[in-house]
């Protein structure tokens, strides 16, 4: 990324101070940084401080005199090679989903024909908030790629999604879209959706139900969309794993919660139900510890769960227009597999044998078979899941738009 120039728009918001972090390393990879701070943003952080990072004044004024007589909202755009918004706040993308331009933050954006990357923070509800909804899915059909949010602590006190990504999580999505300039990206405009991980059932407050997905695939899946383009929501289960660069990630713990988050992301494009969700939750949960008793035997009674495939296939307002499911099976994976196509509604299912000895769960490789509506299926050989991921990935592309990826 040596030379590159990075048009970096801090917006204002606590997540501002992160933006110094991100100078700081990006320099270190070779990027050049051109700053604008809204009037907002100068409470959270000081010119000063940006200006010593990025070795470059600071721009804040739309009607400064030297620099529109050069048109600097102009020329700041035209000259950068990448735009980023960080923090993206609520505000800053209700003005660029509107076309509004009243400021030099937002004028220039308008004014902008390079790519641009937005990192979204804000207070958990006002991300979940169905008009910040609206406007980062119009964003992300007008072109606009996302990193983030994360889920987490929030400076306000509050817990969810709507923390800034980190400075090398947004790094890598920067390095990203300078390598891909080039490459096809046949899913811009699209928003999709995936699943992922296990879920936690909990027995009592130390306990739980639960199955031995690593989340892998599924990650892999959501990179492999935003690669393509996609903007991507990852609604996963617990696991180990950081969300993919440019990609929005919803953590939740029980099967209600995924099916609850899956419903307040839509509509999207595509969704791909990999998440290994359990069948089955107890139907009490003890509010105390369940001590044991020598000798004594427990029984625990279940409910079954919600079927978030199903749903999402059958939904009576905003069905993906392509659903892909994921049969992960032992015994006879592909007659499991055809079973659950009927069963479920959804248009495509990938199977896969999760049996012991297979080493899929927690594994880095997977073998699987597509199996399409309108199609024989096709048995894929045994591959890396980052492999399998960009695999299917460029089926969709097929699929929906006659693009190979």
Sequence with gaps: MQGRRILLVIGGGIAAYKCLELIRRGRERGLAFHCVMTAAAKHFVTPLSV?????????????????????????????????????????????????????LASTLLLAADKPVLLAPAMNPQMWAKAATRRNASQLAQDGCQFVGPDSGDMACGEVGSGRMAEAATILDAIEKILDGANRSQPLVGMRALVTGGPTHEPIDPVRFLANRSSGRQSYAIAAAL?????????????VALSPPAGVERIGVTTAVEMLAACEAALPVDIAICAAAVGDWRPLH????????????????????????????????????????GFAAETGDPLREA?????????????????SPNQGVFGGLNNTVTLLRRDRPPEAWPTAEKTSVAKRLVAEIALDLVGEDF
């Design 338 to 354: 055809m079973a659950k196509l009927e069963r479920k509604g959804c248009d495509w299912i990938v199977a896969n044998d999760v």
């Design 51 to 103: 200006a010593a990072l990025a070795g470059d004044r600071i721009y804040d004024d739309l009607f400064s005199l030297t620099d529109e007589a050069e048109m600097g909202h102009i020329r700041l755009s035209r000259e950068a090679d990448l735009v980023v918004v960080a923090p993206a706040t609520a505000d800053l993308m209700a003005k660029l989903a509107g076309g509004h331009g009243d400021d």
């Design 226 to 238: 935003a690669e393509a383009g996609a903007a991507v929501t990852l609604v996963s289960g617990p």
């Design 285 to 324: 949960v003890d509010a105390m510890k369940i001590k044991k008793v020598a000798g004594k035997t427990m029984s625990i009674e279940l409910a079954e769960n919600p079927d978030i495939l199903a749903s999402l296939s059958r939904h009576p307002q905003s069905r993906p227009r392509l659903v892909v």
